[in-house]
């Protein structure tokens, strides 16, 4: 699977109001692309902290579903953000870290995920649902599991997803400036500005 | 007299504070422990990096945060400092602790210990060089001094800090 198909089927099978977050480096600069939306923040820098700014958003905004698109590097880079999330638990969190097992971004350097499994970590710290997948259809199915869980009985998704690492697909920075990036969001949200 | 951890927390929700976040130390420990006695929101963090990030995440869904940490978590935090509160212009108090920092001249000056020294002579030029503004608060004008702070904070949405010394608060 591609980075792109991967966030094409994330913003498909989420709620249409869903807050995302998205991890800087590609990832990022592919969602823009794909679809650009007020409820999108987009990390441009501070590596690592998708999962922590998407915690403080679902634990102050429990009746949307927060969806965090991470990626191996950034997840291995801060993982105590696993144990903070497993420890707060919010049941509208969606976690997901596409794994190419490289630093993609900057030519494909390894990353320790070709050793580490990261949905262990997840199981380890607490995740309310654990997911492993392959394909686009699976990713889908998980997908929608979380959208009927979200605000229920069950803690935080962890869905880790096998992708290929990709220099092809296009991909943009974001042009918005970040402060208004930091307002439309809040709009998004329904938090004052 | 010193400055009370209830009279410094009493001040922060004064000014509309309602979510903390951060790693504790012997200074800020009691204010912690109101905190949650108060039954504030609190996301204890594993590392002073990540509580920024969550501190940015609640207010992005409305909240007025608070991180706190000792000195030498601000060194871990400095990045999250400038790429997320700073960068996006997030308005959020850093509450940050500088054990053994000696007290005003006639107090008996506490003994220093070892791991304090670099951070405690560090900490006031590296929030200069990371242009992060900062008070010093004392029991003497504490109330005057966050006002300020917490006006240049929504007025310039950039983050500020307030400094508590060893010494200074109980």
Redesign the interface.
């Known amino acids: 699977m591609r980075r792109s198909e991967a966030i094409k089927k994330i913003f498909e099978n989420t709620h249409s109001d869903a807050l995302f977050i998205f991890a800087n480096g590609r990832i990022g600069r592919e969602a823009y692309v794909e679809q650009d939306r007020k409820g999108n923040f987009y990390m441009l820098s501070s590596m690592g902290k998708a999962a922590s700014i998407g915690l403080g958003v679902a634990m102050n905004a429990p009746e949307k579903q927060v969806v965090v698109v991470d990626g191996d590097g950034n997840a291995l880079m801060n993982m105590d953000n696993f144990a903070m999330v497993g420890y707060a638990g919010p049941t509208n969190m969606t976690h997901i870290v596409l794994d190419n097992k490289s630093h993609d971004t900057t030519g494909g350097q390894e990353s320790l995920s070709t050793k580490i499994d990261l949905s262990k970590v997840a199981e380890a710290c607490g995740y309310a649902n654990v997911w492993s997948v392959k394909t686009v259809d699976e990713l889908g199915e998980c997908l929608e599991k979380c959208k009927e869980e979200d605000g229920e009985k069950n803690g935080p998704s962890f869905v880790l997803v096998d992708i290929n690492k990709d220099k092809y697909s296009v991909a943009r920075t974001p042009h918005h400036a970040p402060e208004v990036m930091r307002d439309r969001f809040m709009e998004a949200v329904g938090a004052s500005v | 007299m010193l400055l009370t951890s209830k009279e410094f927390l009493d001040e922060l929700e004064y000014h509309g504070v309602d979510?903390f976040?951060g790693v504790p130390d012997l200074i800020v420990g009691k204010l912690v422990d109101l905190v949650e006695e108060r039954g504030l929101?609190y996301?204890?963090?594993?590392?002073e990096?990540?509580?920024?990030?969550?501190?940015?995440?609640?207010?992005?869904?409305?909240?007025k945060?608070c991180v706190f940490m000792q000195n030498s978590g601000f060194g871990n935090a400095s990045?999250?400092f400038v790429?997320?509160a700073k960068?996006?212009?997030?308005p959020m108090v850093f509450v940050i602790s500088v054990p053994d920092m000696p007290v005003s001249a006639g107090k008996e000056e506490i003994t220093n210990y070892a791991q304090h020294l670099d951070w405690k002579r560090l900490i006031l030029p590296n929030l200069d060089a990371l242009e992060m503004p900062y008070t010093l608060v004392e029991k003497e004008t504490y109330k005057e001094e966050m006002k300020k702070a917490m006006e240049m904070c929504e007025e310039t949405?950039h983050p500020v800090a307030l400094i508590i010394r060893k010494g200074y608060m109980d």
């Open positions: 979510f976040c929101a996301m204890p963090a594993t590392c990096d990540v509580a920024v990030g969550v501190g940015v995440g609640a207010y992005l869904a409305g909240k945060p990045d999250a790429t997320l960068l996006y212009r997030i949405k």
